[in-house]
């Protein structure tokens, strides 16, 4: 476990690591997420790798993660045809749309069932 961006704690000792990671309060069960615009960069608690991929199809409007998934779920706004919707971003960075709301109704809430 990280304990701040440039030390990890295994269970009985701390260890310097070799650079600074970054962690945001965006964080599931396997990565951390920083979201910039349309732009998500994730490190993996794994092996700390960075990486970055862009949801430009829709306005994320809000975004809940659990320490118990390895998903985020997300509520936004669909540029190709104007609805809501609430969908998942998998620990692949793969968007899948789970609901669209009925009679262009805004989602209000998100809450994390996991």
Do not use: H
Not at 69 to 94: H, K, L, M, Q, W
């Amino acid at each position: 476990m990280v304990t701040n961006g440039n030390l990890e704690f295994d269970g009985e000792k701390c260890i310097v690591l070799e650079r600074q990671i970054s962690i945001d309060n965006l964080r599931t069960s396997k990565a951390w997420y920083i979201l910039n615009n349309t732009m998500f960069s994730k490190t993996t608690m794994k092996d700390y790798q960075e990486s970055q991929f862009q949801v430009s199809e829709y306005e994320i409007q809000s975004l809940s993660a659990s320490s118990e998934s390895p998903n985020i779920a997300f509520t936004g706004f669909r540029y190709s045809d104007g609805v809501n919707v609430v969908g998942t971003i998998t620990e692949t960075d793969e968007v899948i749309i789970d609901n669209v709301a009925e009679n262009g109704n805004k989602i209000i809430n998100l809450i994390s069932l996991n």
